[in-house]
């Protein structure tokens, strides 16, 4: 169980176009959903905590404008980022964790999605 | 001082040996603690998650938390080249929803 499933796996976009990510959790429902990004060799990096309903919380130094971040309903969040330019290029990644927690689950990560702007 | 340490590596251990990897976390009122493994170019699986002081065993891994000393690790028994891999630890900040995750280790096991 707790299955995040991510779209794309791997985009690849002009300078100056916009690209839309999804993060659906399948079996399970989340109110809250985090999207990191890791850039290589490192390791990742809280973008924003997604939340469902409501606005999402940027951490500090992340463009909200510029990484759009839309949590619907309990199963889908997207971050779609602006703009893009290749300082954008990236994997990102979503997590989210069931409602109903207990010992065996922790944040389930989506399979990541490799962007890369030219 | 960073909210969650772990020693980058590379960590080399032959085949079969015990892998132990470790963390240390600045915040006392962190409660939830998990060690991933990420392999190059994927997304992080978890391996383990604890909550209890003492050890947890999940196969050939076990995840030790000592919250007295701010201190949990992971030791993989038999290890195997599968299991060469960048491990991350990652804790609940308490009051947080939200993971902070150390640097991760790199760890390789020779054949």
């Known amino acids: 169980g707790a299955v995040v499933s991510q779209h794309p796996s791997r985009v690849i976009c002009k300078s100056g176009t916009s690209v839309k990510i999804e993060c659906r959790s399948l079996?399970?429902?989340?109110?809250?959903m985090f999207w990191y990004r890791q850039f290589p060799k490192q390791s990742l990096m809280l973008m924003a905590t997604s939340n469902e309903g409501s606005k999402a919380t940027y951490e500090q130094g992340v463009e909200k404008d510029k990484f759009l971040i839309n949590h619907a309903s309990l199963t889908l969040s997207t971050l779609t980022v602006t703009s893009a330019h290749p300082e954008d290029s990236s994997f990102y990644i979503c997590?989210?964790?069931?409602?109903?927690?207990?010992?065996?689950?922790?944040?389930?990560f989506g399979s990541g999605t490799r962007l890369t702007v030219v | 001082q960073k909210e969650v340490e772990q020693n980058s590596g590379p960590l080399s251990v032959p085949e079969g040996a015990i892998a132990s990897l470790n963390c240390t976390y600045s915040?006392?009122?962190?409660?939830?603690f998990f060690w991933y493994r990420q392999y190059s170019g994927k997304s992080p699986e978890l391996i383990m998650s604890i909550y209890s002081n003492g050890d947890k065993e999940d196969g050939r891994f076990t995840a030790q938390l000592n919250k007295a000393s701010q201190y949990v690790s992971l030791l993989i028994r038999d290890s195997q080249p599968s299991d060469s891999a960048t491990y991350l630890c990652a804790v609940n900040i308490s009051g947080n929803e939200k993971l902070t995750f150390g640097t991760g280790t790199r760890l390789t096991i020779i054949p």
């Open positions: 997590s989210a964790r069931p409602i109903a927690r207990d010992d065996n689950y922790g944040y389930t």
């Open positions: 079996d399970f429902q989340a109110t809250t």
């Open positions: 915040d006392r009122g962190s409660q939830s």
